[in-house]
């Protein structure tokens, strides 16, 4: 039966396929969420109105965990199936197509390590000048700022706990399964399947990045969010690996759920988004010089390895 409609798929007109695939890839996701979230509802024994309203309470171990479950599963319906389900229409190979059979090169990932380290603060400081902009255009109070602020919200209920077990939670829900998934979807699905067949790489990029950042829904970080999706994007062109990105994003989110960690524990003060504003406002600017140095290295070292290449098909031809 599988290989009969395997056959089937396979055989069916280029004109066809893609909306094959495309509807597929829609209804396979919204059935998974669908059934997850009838799941929550059964096990929580409640309605949707009164899901939405645990959710919303920003607080209680029902809050938290309905939210960690919904969250897991709003992650694999929208950036996990689709590009999945697309690949196995087509017929092809996942690693291969998505650029994960590449190990990550040694020289990119660690100078992408440090520069996700060192960008911190450069980030932080354009969060800060991203929402004096929207305000100065919209308001002190708009209600793009009140979503804004109620997703914080949410993040903070699940980031506060103080628990050991908690903390391996939060990194595999808000840190782990964003990193893999959006990145297989946005930088390897969306920047290198699908704009790479229609722009060049500079727009495929720039493209996605845009839509990376449009796509969470929290405009007062949108301007960083969008300028750290263009770096993920070019380091993906540069190193070949989709690897590399899983690894700083990763590294990125991490980096907040352990910060969040520490404070609840009383190990530390202010969470890492604090440093590069206010009276360390300097860190964000050497936080750029750093930044700005690391891609210039990564850079020179790809087109190296371009030359490198051009020379040697030179030699052979």
Not at 187 to 215: D, E, M, P, W
Not at 231 to 259: C, D, R
Request: charged share 10%; proline share 3%.
């Amino acid at each position: 039966m599988s290989t009969s409609f395997r056959k089937a798929v396979n055989s069916m007109p280029d004109s066809v396929k893609p909306v094959f695939a495309g509807l597929s890839a829609i209804t396979i996701a919204g059935l998974f969420f669908i059934i997850g979230i009838k799941g929550e509802l059964y096990f929580l024994h409640t309605d949707l109105n009164g899901f939405s309203l645990i959710l919303n309470s920003f607080n209680g171990e029902t809050s938290v965990v309905a939210l960690r479950s919904y969250l897991t599963l709003q992650t694999i319906a929208l950036f996990a199936i689709p590009p999945l389900v697309i690949a196995w229409c087509y017929g092809k190979n996942i690693f291969k197509l998505f650029l994960l059979q590449t190990k990550p090169p040694f020289f990119f990932l660690v100078c992408s390590i440090i520069l996700i380290i060192f960008a911190n603060p450069v980030i932080n400081l354009l969060v800060e000048y991203n929402g004096i902009t929207v305000d100065s255009l919209l308001g002190a109070s708009n209600s793009l700022k009140t979503e804004d602020l109620n997703t914080q919200k949410l993040v903070e209920s699940l980031l506060t706990d103080t628990s050991i077990f908690s903390f391996l939670i939060n990194t595999i829900v808000v840190a782990f399964l964003p990193a893999v998934f959006e990145e297989l979807f946005f930088r390897g699905f969306l920047q290198k399947v699908v704009l790479r067949k229609y722009v060049n790489v500079h727009v495929a990029i720039i493209s996605t990045a845009f839509f990376f950042s449009f796509i969470h829904f929290q405009f007062y970080g949108f301007i960083p969010r969008f300028l750290l999706g263009v770096v993920f994007g070019y380091i993906l062109e540069w190193s070949g690996s989709l690897w590399v990105t899983i690894i700083i994003h990763f590294m990125n989110n991490f980096m907040a759920v352990v910060s969040c960690f520490l404070v609840s524990r009383n190990v530390i003060k202010d969470t890492a988004d604090s440093i590069g504003t206010g009276s360390t406002m300097w860190l964000g600017f050497v936080s750029a010089f750093v930044v700005v140095g690391i891609i210039f290295l990564m850079y020179r070292k790809y087109q190296s390895f371009q030359n490198a290449k051009t020379t040697q098909t030179s030699t052979f031809a």
